[in-house]
């Protein structure tokens, strides 16, 4: 079974809109982070945002915010006005505390266009 | 300008060519990784570095060797590849291997095998 999964292989967004990309996660595990990377066409992997488990707060950096539901295990990055450099892969991952020497899970990202 | 920097950006290579990937990292950082991006697999981890020393390998067949000489750099020497073994190779490294650390990338090498 996969440990995190992104439903949505590709999304499109206006311009200056907001979008939601999904991210559902499955562990065991009390202690874990879930990250949310960018990937351009460029090819590389760029840090967007963390959410820790024990994190009250839902995590915010700039146009990014994590929508996190931790009953419902899901980890949504929500970005905000939209803009035409956002146009990238997005990839939802996760480190658990315990086993698998914390390696870094990864979903199968989502696909986001937006148009002008 | 990333802090991680691959060579080379492209490679073509036949079945029975040996190469080498390289990566640098200008960010201080203790650990590096190697990691094998294929289209609709999620990212593969191959190997982890911290502090030089091999801390994983994710059952990687002996015909990717990586080569850790100093904190700074990584090297995946390759050898007799298959065709299923073109992807892109991405290189990262993070300060430490702690649960909130973050990973950052070099902007990987997209390796045909032919």
């Known amino acids: 079974a996969q440990k995190i999964t992104q439903t949505q292989p590709g999304m499109f967004v206006q311009e200056k809109e907001a979008v939601t990309l999904d991210c559902t996660y499955d562990?065991?595990?009390?202690?874990?982070?879930l990250f949310w990377y960018k990937q351009p066409s460029s090819g590389e992997m760029i840090f967007l945002i963390y959410?820790?488990?024990?994190d009250e707060q839902n995590a915010t950096e700039g146009r990014y915010s994590l929508n996190f539901q931790k009953a419902r295990k899901s980890a949504n990055l929500v970005i905000s006005a939209s803009q035409l450099g956002d146009s990238a892969m997005y990839f939802c991952?996760?480190?658990?505390?315990?086993?698998?020497?914390?390696?870094?899970?990864w979903g199968l990202g989502t696909s986001l266009a937006v148009n002008p | 300008e990333t802090g991680v920097t691959q060579t080379p950006r492209h490679l073509v290579m036949g079945m029975t060519n040996k190469k080498s990937l390289k990566c640098e990292q200008h960010?201080?950082?203790?650990?590096m990784y190697w990691y094998k991006q294929s289209a609709k697999k999620p990212l593969e981890l191959m190997f982890v570095?911290?502090?030089?020393?091999?801390?994983e390998n994710n059952s990687v067949p002996s015909r990717f060797s990586p080569e850790c000489p100093n904190s700074s750099h990584l090297f995946l020497h390759l050898h007799t590849l298959q065709p299923e073994d073109s992807a892109l190779y991405l290189c990262?490294?993070?300060?430490?291997?702690?649960?909130?650390?973050?990973?950052?990338f070099g902007q990987g090498t997209r390796l045909t095998v032919v």
């Open positions: 990262a490294s993070s300060q430490e291997t702690g649960l909130n650390t973050e990973a950052f």
């Open positions: 960010l201080g950082h203790n650990a």
């Open positions: 570095y911290n502090f030089k020393e091999q801390t």
């Open positions: 562990t065991s595990d009390q202690s874990y982070g």
């Open positions: 959410q820790g488990s024990y």
């Open positions: 991952a996760m480190r658990e505390n315990a086993g698998n020497n914390r390696k870094l899970i």
